[in-house]
C-alpha cells in the first residue's frame, strides 16, 4: 500500500528518533552558524518573502519536524506571501523553524560562507529522509504549508492540527 506524503510526514513526526535526529541536526547547524558570528539586520524583513523579493525552500523532514513541533499552532499562509509563524519581527516558531530561516542572514559578510553552508546541511537532510523512509520533496515554503493542510482538509480533517495515529 502506497500512502500519501502527508501521512508518512505524520508517521514520522510521531517516531521519537525522527524528532531526536532533527534537533540533533538543527543544534548541529546553530552551532555551525553561530561560528560565523552573523548579524540579523532587518528583524523579520526576510520573512515577507514576497516584498523581499525571494522564497524559502524546505525537505519533506523539515516539514514532518516542523509539523510535530507547530501542530498545535498551525497557522495557515496569507495572501501577503509572508510567513505566517513571523509576527512584529519575531519568529513564533524559532525551535522548528527550516534550515534557511536559520542559516539566511542578509548580512553582506553572511554571503560568502551561506551557499556552502546550506548546501553540506541540505546533503544531511537527504540523508534524513532516506534513513527514515521519508520521500525527499524540496519544495517553496509556502507551498507545502498550504500543500499539507489542503490534503487534511481533502481527508476530511477541518484542521491540520489534529494528528490521527491511523491515517489521515
Not at 498545535?72 to 513571523?86: I, K, L, N
Amino acid at each position: 500500500m502506497t500512502i500519501s506524503l502527508t501521512e508518512s510526514i505524520l508517521q514520522a513526526g510521531r517516531r521519537p528518533d525522527f524528532v531526536d535526529r532533527m534537533k540533533g541536526f538543527y543544534a548541529s547547524v546553530d552551532e555551525s552558524v553561530a561560528g560565523h558570528r552573523p548579524t540579523c539586520w532587518n528583524h523579520g524583513v526576510c520573512c515577507k518573502f514576497e516584498s523581499f523579493g525571494h522564497k524559502l525552500f524546505v525537505t519533506s523532514a523539515e516539514l514532518a519536524y516542523f509539523h510535530h513541533g507547530r501542530r498545535d499552532d498551525w497557522r495557515s499562509p496569507t495572501e501577503d506571501r509572508a510567513c505566517p509563524y513571523q509576527i512584529d519581527g519575531l519568529c513564533t516558531a524559532r525551535e522548528h523553524r527550516p534550515l534557511g530561516c536559520r542559516i539566511f542572514f542578509c548580512d553582506p559578510a553572511a554571503q560568502a560562507w551561506q551557499p556552502d553552508e546550506y548546501e553540506s546541511h541540505l546533503k544531511t537532510l537527504k540523508g534524513i529522509c532516506l534513513e527514515f523512509g521519508l520521500e525527499y520533496r524540496y519544495q517553496e515554503w509556502l507551498s507545502a504549508l498550504q500543500s499539507l493542510e489542503a490534503e487534511f482538509r481533502a481527508n476530511g480533517h477541518l484542521d491540520p492540527r489534529i494528528d490521527v495515529e491511523a491515517g489521515l
